[in-house]
């Protein structure tokens, strides 16, 4: 028997894979349905739909529950999630006359529910009341949604074996071991995971440790077989067989919990030949840590809540409001620039901003959005002389409260902008570093309570050059070591030059002082670049970015998501650049003190 044996497939990299795209699933349940049926209770089942380029798309349909009217269904809805869109789903249910494969255009409508995949996500369990057309209650009719990460791929595993006393193959020497390890696929086949060094003249080795990602060890199935075999190393390729054992993930963590991780290391051969055979030596666990990859849709669906703040350009150079050529002219039939930008960015984040469990919806079915009075946004400007002194200032409250500078929704910064315009006068200069400073005061008090619960973000909209290039560069570099991330998007036609410097992309940013930044917290986006494409591409585009910075930065504090507690093993990310890597023991995972 060989090492090489053309049955088993080539190793695997050694090296974690990248995490693969967010996937979640979402659960459905339904309670005091309206009853259709006059002589029997309603057979519900629930529609699912997909804002897709402005019409609703059918995605998949629940089965049909009989007789129920607080049904509770099986079917799983999978999605591929992204924070940087906004993804609209509409749930109908019905009352279904037939099999619920032959359409619902015979059913009868019991009520529908919109929401984003981000509202779900960002609550984990969403329950609403159910519409009928035209906005009326379906009486006391709930829909609940559940959402449960999938991503899978979502963590390693660092092994450590030794052996003792394993057979010695060789005539004038003792053996030299070395060990490899296999995953058995679903058809059978074995996959080879990893082979350690080979330890000379050695029937106790102790092999280096490795890591392994859970995806590469056993497919991320704790209960998948797994074969390990031992080998006497020979020069010429004709390894000798030593012996072999099975597992599974589960097994090595329970046994090693339990401080009984060893196998007999058994050669099938001898044991048929030898009547009083045992084992041809012993393998031991040594030592297995599991490392747990958290995902930005971890620190989300755990709780991590992201503040929005805007602030805005009004200085000068933006042109008298009044001129049809301002770039802050309100034209009744288009929106400008700055709001064109400033929707297109606040209705991502506005999903996940303070979101409490929320009421039913007030608004006429369908809608399009949930502004509740639980999403309040920070709304700053610079560059203007304020009321009652006029005064310049470089971080005013654009509703004139300095007491509360937040407004309801994304629709209330609209209305505060517009009420803003005609009260101040435009001047300068343009300088940033006050508004970054004040975001990262409220940044670095939250800071201070050890938890992944708050991450801030900062929408820096502005048509010119920044004047304070200097101090923009301190408040950057201090503020990537906060949970805080800028974006700044340039609007109109000005040279935008120093706004490429600050993100970062071309060389690591650093303060007048030399002191690097901790982290690239700063994207920068001309308008203009996007001036043609849809409001949902500049998000996505501005955005983009933001769920690794989230997972960098609280990795970095070796901060979990809310909810999973801390490990007996106090280390960090192996390496920087490595982002979410958090090691987890197998006592505290098994619950084996």
């Known amino acids: 028997m060989s090492a090489g044996s053309e049955r088993r497939a080539a190793a695997a990299p050694r090296a974690v894979p990248a995490p693969r795209a967010s996937r979640v699933e979402l659960r459905l349940s339904c309670r005091h349905l309206l009853d259709r049926d006059p002589l029997t ?31 509770v269904f099986s079917k799983v809805f999978t999605l591929d999630y992204y924070f ?32 984003t995949l981000g509202q779900i996500v960002a609550q984990k369990k969403v329950t609403r009341a159910l519409l009928l057309r035209f906005g009326r209650n379906a009486g006391k009719s709930t ?15 660092e092994l450590s074996f030794r052996a003792r006393k394993l057979d010695d193959k060789d005539l004038f020497s003792k053996s030299d071991p070395f060990l490899e390890l296999y995953r058995v696929n679903d058809d059978g086949s074995e996959q080879l995971v990893y082979r350690t060094e080979v330890v000379k003249d050695n029937l106790s080795p102790v092999w280096e440790p490795f890591k392994v990602s859970l995806n590469t060890l056993c497919s ?9 075999l031992v080998w006497d190393h020979d020069s010429r390729g004709k390894h000798d067989f030593i012996g072999e054992f099975s597992t599974t993930f589960e097994e090595m963590q329970k046994a090693f919990g339990e401080d009984q991780a060893q196998w007999d290391c058994v050669n099938a051969k001898y044991r048929q030949k030898k009547r009083n055979y045992k084992n041809s030596g012993v393998v031991i666990l040594a030592d297995l ?20 703040t805007v602030a805005i350009d009004f200085t000068a150079s933006n042109g008298d409001p009044r001129n049809s050529c ?31 469990p929320c009421p039913p919806p007030p608004h006429h079915w369908p809608c399009s959005q949930d502004y509740d009075s639980d999403k309040r946004f920070s709304a700053l400007g610079f560059g203007a ?40 006068q435009l001047y300068g200069p343009t300088n940033v570093a006050p508004v970054i400073s004040k975001v990262a005061r409220m940044a670095a008090a939250e800071e201070s309570t050890g938890e992944a619960s708050q991450y801030y973000i900062l929408l820096v909209l502005t048509d010119g050059v920044v004047t304070d290039m200097a101090d923009a560069r301190e408040a950057i570099v201090r503020a990537s070591h906060l949970p805080m991330s800028i974006i700044i998007v340039g609007v109109g036609n000005a040279d935008f030059t120093d706004m490429q410097t600050l993100d970062g992309d071309e060389g690591i940013l650093r303060s007048p002082r030399g002191e690097p930044a901790l982290r690239d917290i700063v994207q920068f986006v001309p308008f203009r670049e996007l001036k043609s494409a849809s409001p949902a591409a500049l998000a996505k585009c501005v955005l983009a970015e933001v ?14 998501p809310r909810g999973l507690g801390t490990h007996t093993h106090d280390a960090g990310p192996e390496r920087a650049g490595q982002p979410g890597v958090r090691p987890v023991s197998v006592s505290s995972t098994l619950g084996v003190p």
């Open 84 to 115: 940087e869109e906004v993804q609209k789903l509409r749930f109908e249910v019905y009352d279904t006359r037939g099999p619920s494969d032959l359409g619902y255009q015979d059913d009868d409508f019991l009520g529908g529910m919109e929401c």
């Open 385 to 424: 002389r304020i009321p009652p002194k006029y005064e310049v200032s470089h971080d005013f409250a654009i509703n004139f409260n300095p007491e509360d500078d937040e407004c309801e929704g994304i629709q209330g910064v609209v209305e505060a902008y517009r009420n803003c315009l005609p009260r101040v």
């Open 220 to 228: 991320c199935e704790e209960t998948r077989p797994l074969k390990c």
């Open 143 to 157: 829909i609940t949604v559940t959402a449960e990460d999938i991503s899978g791929n979502n963590g390693y595993v």
């Open 41 to 71: 209770k309603s057979d519900p089942s629930v529609l699912l739909l997909l804002r897709s380029q402005n019409q609703w798309v059918q995605v998949d349909r629940t089965e049909v529950v009989r007789s129920s009217l607080h049904p």
């Open 289 to 308: 840590k599991s490392y747990r990859v958290h995902s930005f849709l971890d620190y989300i669906m755990g709780g991590c809540q992201i503040h929005f």
């Open 547 to 560: 769920p690794r910075q989230v997972v960098e930065y609280f990795s970095y504090r070796e901060l979990p």
């Open 326 to 356: 301002s770039l802050h002219y309100i034209n009744p039939f288009q929106p400008n620039e700055y709001l064109q930008a400033l929707v297109a960015v606040g209705e991502i984040c506005q999903d996940y901003d303070r979101c409490g």
